[in-house]
């Protein structure tokens, strides 16, 4: 129905039962913000670019002042233990059918490279800006939940505590089950406000990832470029304020005038 | 167009003229809470389940802190005076075209079992929580309203008292008359607060099915659960809050602020 | 798209260039009243039923307490000097998609029985409940609005007054040019409140279409019947109130309160 | 998906690596106030018609007080200098699939007429009726930007500064990028109440055209037309108010309660 165009970018690596981690949009865009870093970091590949006509009808303005289409794209990187894919992008499918299409057009990639594992991650919007954000997870079976509580302190008692898991994090761990591929879930807590980033919380995600797969990244870095950022943002806002309706980017401006304390 | 998809368990059974009743998320979830807990109650077997992309695009974390993909069943019962079906799930199809498709879709497995019967559970939201509350009906024929009446205590008065009938629950009735198979709603006053979870009504109308159906089945412990549930969800509900705009889990979390009484 | 369903009801009559005239809910339900209203006075004929899945998915408990599912009909009259046709229902296709197809599938009928003339019936929503209601008109060519204004009082300087009309009502006098009908929208002045059922409105549409086409309807009922109606509704009103979200009948319902003055 | 009609006016013309300027509604409607004026200013003439089940489902009252159904259209004119074409319209495409495929389909026209370039306009809304509205520039590639600075004083520093450039404007500039069309958005500042008509803004953008097209428009005259307008609108807003909720008329109506200055 919703007609997905993928591109690939080069050849096709070939990747030992590599794991897959996705971080798009979401509360406090705490996936988003660990995967963009961590794609930065290790100087991740573009492997594939996702599109279709059911994406947000608008175009971003990037730093070099030039309109970009929404995107979704696939990156890999091979680590000295793990061969890693990531899923990052700017939007997520709007609607129900596009959510479940995308979901499963990811999955048929993720069979073809024989991927050993699926991690998403994702926020979990508190009503206050938490001091020290938890780690917390779900899965498609036990065992992975088992593995992943040898090696980090991650919480597991989410029955009850938070509502469905909204889109592509969600789905990619629902819907593995039936191929038989394990999936994890690593929710941060963070600030449940629609302006606030969610830079603490994906920090938090971020340690995880580091300490279960021995990455090389820095972490520091993180949060300077996001105060750099800041800065940035706060000195134009001044200068002009747009008051259009879509919020991607009002997100992000706005949260300096709301919220005292970044993550 | 949303292309459904079934699973069957098991073998099919051989059913004698079975009854179909229907209980999905509704208001006040009466029909849902009711179906639900006649099926635990029964140890009726899971013989179809139903997906389909226009789902919602969400996952639940179940009590075992594993993920669950939305999904509608059915389930039979031999009892010993009916076959019974029951349709039961999390969710309602989410728009008018899913709802027409599902609805006919399920009234075609009506057919082919030869159905003698529907019943459709669901509650009318009153503006304050009904001390007693009352059942009413509105069917499809003049004769099912008649042999109901006969058995059990119920009120036929509801044109001009509610609006449409939504969904599932409607759409089986209305239906049904072009495939000639009698179909009744039953609708048990509840509080109408978005937040408010009719046990009470949901009672009511297990009432008039055990006493019309003569099932072999225990109200009181239906009341017992609820309790124990509560307590439960009170206790996690102060460590954490959810924030997100989904609902489903968190209307049941909030009713123990906004309502003093409980079904 | 949405798979439009038509079935006819006895022999299609033979028509002398008959004159199409329309009426679904809208504002104030000015169109609907009034054409529900011919209908029963000049016992016309239901020749076409229309169905949708596209169609709200809920269903309606009419007044011998049963269910029905929303439709939309089309009735024929032959009268001493015109022959009529009247498109009258429960609902409007819901979207833009459907709202067009219907309109086209509407003239296509038009077409086959050479119609000479289409007139839609709606309301112009006032701020204030309107003491004596004009009727305004706008068409598809200019020889329709002459030929009218020389028979009846009406008013023509709609441009910069009203907004766009939205629906049906508007589609077929659009959409009827290209295929060359004559087509006339009659729009009387009502109160524009959501609550209210726009029953002199509707009158004044009635008197010009009566002294158009020399109909021979007694106006007078039109008043007792929606008078039998109102004390019906508040003696129900106050046993029992609906809380859901749909506004259909409850629209009716809640107008004796919000409103004083009843068309 | 939606199925787009095109309609052709006349004989096609061939122009020489015509220009293609879009100015459909948007914010302020900056963009369509500018191109429907420089399209009366030229006398350029109607060559195609685009139409689609899924524009809005209403029509307009015109001048003539006649229906008019909601139509995007494209225009022409061989100026001195330059070829140029236009797309101006009542309306956009409603949702995200219907606006990808439209601006596809429009920039297919633009390879058939191998268009030199593309040139978007629209506004950017601010907290404040701007005394001396700002050109803000943004393009697919740097070149285009740079051959514009050259000629005329435009600001390029976009980023940080608005959101996501929504709709058709947006799109023709980042779908055209794969077609290697040269493609610039110009966005003039406007106030962002919904109810404000952007003409400040719109000449602001005409000026731009004017010195770089060196075209032969009579900017005084735009002032003019405006102000007649306003004052034929305020009489008849006051013998009849719209209340409907369909907001496009209604919200040239309303400046004149809201707003003080206009453009």
Redesign the interface.
Known sequence: ??AWKIHQFGKKPILKNPILIEGLPG?GNVGKVAVDFIIDELKAKKLYGFFS?????????????????PSIDMYYKKTKNYDLLFLAGDVQP????G???FSDMILDIAEEFKCSEIITLGG????EIPKHPKVYC?????EI?KRYKKKVDIN????????????VS??L???S?RRKIDAI?LLA?TF?HPMYLGVAGAKENLKVLEKKFDLDINLKKLEKEISDMES??IK??K??????K?????KI?SKFKDVNYIG
Chains 1, 2, 3, 4 share one sequence.
């Open positions: 129905m919703s509360i006509y059911t994406f947000p009808h608008s175009v971003f303005v990037n730093e070099k002042n030039l309109v970009e289409l709007i609607d129900e059918v959510s479940y299409e979990i919007g508190l009503h779900t899965a498609n079976n036990k939940i597991e008692k989410l029955y009850g505590v938070v509502g469905p898991i909204v889109g969600g789905l761990i629902g819907l089950k879930s807590e449940g940035e943002l134009k806002t200068e002009l304020t747009d008051v259009s879509t919020t991607a980017i009002k401006k």
